[in-house]
């Protein structure tokens, strides 16, 4: 089992920024994938960014040139958000996987004036 806390969110205004982090433990395994998805009402729950523990990165069309995502240690994950629009606004979840995916209980970021 792997567990995971994120941190970070809230409101902004557009053209702001936000940093989300997230944390894993449990059963962490030496190769991996972490990441972030993200739902807006009424939407299916969509890819934003993830990255492998050897660094590659694989980014939504959407947030290419915005959003960063980096690997601060092992097992945590954050996701620098710049040029935030009111369409970024969703609940994003933190994404876990060796095989079987773990997602955190999602933290909400909202963008409106």
């Known amino acids: 089992q792997v567990q995971m806390v994120e941190s970070g969110g809230g409101l902004v205004q557009p053209g702001g920024a936000l940093r989300l982090s997230c944390a894993a433990s449990?059963?962490?395994?030496?190769?991996?994938?972490m990441g972030w998805y993200r739902q807006a009402p009424g939407k299916e729950r969509e890819l934003v960014a993830l990255?492998?523990?050897?660094?590659?990165t694989n980014y939504a069309d959407f947030v290419k040139g915005r959003f960063t995502i980096s690997r601060d240690s092992k097992n945590t994950v954050s996701l620098q958000m710049n040029s935030l629009k009111p369409e970024d606004t969703a609940v994003y979840y933190c994404?876990?996987?060796?095989?079987?995916?773990?997602w955190g209980q999602g933290t909400q970021v909202t963008v409106s004036s």
């Open positions: 994404y876990y996987s060796s095989g079987s995916p773990y």
């Open positions: 449990g059963s962490i395994s030496r190769l991996d994938v």
């Open positions: 990255m492998s523990n050897g660094g590659m």
